[in-house]
């Protein structure tokens, strides 16, 4: 299992995302550009010191990150407003990498068209979406536990 985030915008975000990637042991990709300087000293400040702990693969671009995903043979799966699976009905794999997009604008059609699954986190009608780095915890959480991958 891993988790990757689109070109994301807040800093926090990434911080909260890499702690929780490095409390459950789970590998962390960021596809640049985000919309902040990106750097140790940032994510320190953002993340504490686990984020700095976290195993974080940087990608300059979505095209790096799909030559990996490709190369690795690992299945995408897009957490999304418009994902077509609600979470509780999804069926994880450890071979799963979660991608959560920009908090400004998910992400783009190509993005949508190149994963292998949309899923969404189903929460009242009257609400948007929920904040990126809350969504990665619930979902890799849901997911963790379907492949029995929590830390012992």
């Given amino acids: 299992m891993e988790i990757a985030l689109f070109q994301p915008d807040i800093a926090g975000n990434v911080g909260t995302t890499l702690r929780t990637a490095a409390c459950f042991g789970i ?9 902040f300087p990106f750097s140790d000293q940032a994510l320190k400040r953002a993340g504490m010191d686990y984020a700095v702990r976290a195993n974080v693969r940087r990608h300059a671009d979505w095209n790096s990150f799909g030559t990996w995903i ?41 993005v949508h068209a190149a994963a292998a699954a949309r899923v969404a986190i189903p929460m009242q009608a009257s609400f948007r979406s929920l904040n990126v780095a809350v969504a990665a915890g619930i979902a890799l959480a849901e997911a963790l536990r379907q492949t029995k991958g929590f830390p012992a």
């Fill in 27 to 35: 590998p962390a990709h960021i596809i640049e550009p985000c919309g």
């Fill in 70 to 110: 490709a190369a690795e043979g690992l299945r995408l799966v897009l957490l999304t407003t418009a994902g077509a699976t609600p979470l509780p009905d999804f069926a994880f794999t450890p071979d799963d990498v979660l991608l959560l997009g920009a908090e400004s604008s998910g992400v783009p059609p190509h």
